[in-house]
C-alpha cells in the first residue's frame, strides 16, 4: 500500500521582497500506482504569473498520469516493451494539459495595466503569452514492482529501492541551447524533458524536490544522505510530517533562501520489511560523512 506527502515553503528572498511562493506540490494514491510532483515557477520579471504556473504544471502532471492509468491493465502490459513511447506520450499530455489550463487563465484573467507597468510597450509585446507562466517540473510514479519519472528543468530526484540505497535515477542533462531555461513554457517544450524507466525494481520511497533543496546542502553526498534519513523517519507519518516541515522551512530560510518544494511516495508494507536496513543504511552513511571529513582535513595539513 502507498502513502505520501508533500510541501511546499517560502523562501526568505521572497519573504524579504514581498514574493509570493513560486513552488508547488503535491502527490496522488492510486489504485497500484503513486504519483509524485513539484514544479517551480521561473523568477525573472517576464514570468510574472510564474506562481500559477507550477500549480497548473501540478495539475496537468497528474491528471495526464491518471489518465494513462484509466486502463491500468493495458498499460502495465506496455510499459517493458513499449516505455519509451509510453513516457512521452505522458511528456506531451502534461504540456497539453498545461497550455489548456494557462489559455482558459489568461483568457478569463487578462494581464493588468499593473502587471504591464514594470515593462515597456514594446519589451511586453515581446513576451510570448505562456511565458507569462513559466515553470520547471519533475515527476515520478511507481507501481507495484516498477518506477518511471520526468523532468524538465532544474530539480531533483531520489529513490530509494529495494535494497535501502539512495539514488537518483535520473541524471539531468538539459536538452536546451544555451541561455534558454528549459521550462514548460517554451515551445519545444515536450522535446526537452528527460527521463527514466526502472523496470522489476520494488521501490520503498521515492522523492520529487525543487532545487533549492538541493543547493542547500554542500554535497550531493550530504543530499541523498538526507533522503535515508527522513525515510527512516517515514514509519510514523503524522510526527514525520511536522519535523520535515519545520526542516524546510529552516533550509529556505538559512540555506540558499530558495522557495523549496518536496513530495514523496513510499510503500508502507517495504518500509516496514526494511525498516531495519534503512537505519544501517543511515549509520553506515553517518561513518562515511565522518571520514570524508577527516580526509578533507587531513589534506589541509
Known amino acids: ?19 509570493v511562493c513560486q513552488d508547488s506540490s503535491s502527490y496522488k494514491i492510486g489504485d497500484h500506482y503513486a504519483i509524485a510532483v513539484v514544479a517551480d515557477g521561473h523568477g525573472s520579471k ?17 491528471e495526464a498520469i491518471d489518465r494513462f492509468y484509466d486502463d491500468r491493465e493495458a498499460l502495465e502490459e506496455n510499459l517493458p516493451a513499449n516505455h519509451k513511447l509510453i513516457i512521452k506520450n505522458i511528456e506531451k499530455q502534461i504540456i497539453s494539459n498545461w497550455n489548456m ?29 505562456e511565458s507569462y507562466y ?28 529495494e535494497d535501502g540505497k539512495a539514488v537518483m535515477p535520473m541524471e539531468y542533462n538539459e536538452s536546451a541551447p544555451a541561455n534558454v531555461t528549459a521550462s514548460v513554457c517554451n515551445s519545444n517544450a515536450a522535446g526537452m524533458f528527460s527521463s527514466f ?10 522523492y520529487c524536490s525543487t532545487d533549492g533543496l ?3 546542502f554542500g554535497s550531493e553526498h550530504d543530499f541523498l544522505d538526507y533522503h535515508t534519513i527522513i525515510t527512516s523517519q517515514l514509519v510514523n507519518i503524522e510526527t514525520f510530517k511536522e519535523i520535515i516541515m519545520n526542516n524546510l522551512t529552516k533550509r529556505s530560510h538559512f540555506g540558499t533562501e530558495d522557495d523549496i518544494s518536496l513530495s514523496c511516495i513510499y ?3 517495504l518500509l516496514a520489511d526494511r525498516i531495519d536496513l534503512i537505519n544501517k543504511r543511515v549509520t553506515e552513511n553517518k561513518k562515511a560523512a565522518a571520514d570524508r571529513k577527516a580526509a578533507m582535513l587531513q589534506k589541509k595539513i
Do not use: C, W
Not at 517576464?46 to 497528474?62: C, D, N, Y
Open 1 to 19: 500500500m502507498f502513502n505520501g506527502f508533500s510541501h511546499s515553503v517560502m523562501g526568505a528572498s521572497h519573504e524579504k521582497t514581498n514574493l
Open 46 to 62: 517576464k514570468h510574472f504569473r510564474s506562481h500559477l504556473g507550477s500549480k497548473f504544471a501540478v495539475e496537468a502532471t497528474i
Open 101 to 129: 489550463k494557462v489559455e482558459k487563465h489568461l483568457a478569463e484573467n487578462p494581464v493588468t495595466n499593473e502587471e504591464k507597468s514594470n515593462f515597456a510597450p514594446e519589451e511586453f509585446e515581446a513576451i510570448p503569452p
Open 134 to 161: 513559466g515553470s520547471t517540473l519533475v515527476a515520478a510514479v511507481s507501481g507495484d514492482n516498477y518506477t518511471f519519472g520526468v523532468q524538465i528543468g532544474d530539480g531533483s530526484l531520489v529513490a530509494l529501492f
Open 197 to 206: 524507466y526502472a523496470p522489476n525494481r520494488k521501490l520503498i520511497a521515492l
Open 214 to 216: 538541493y543547493t542547500s
Open 267 to 269: 510503500s508502507e508494507n
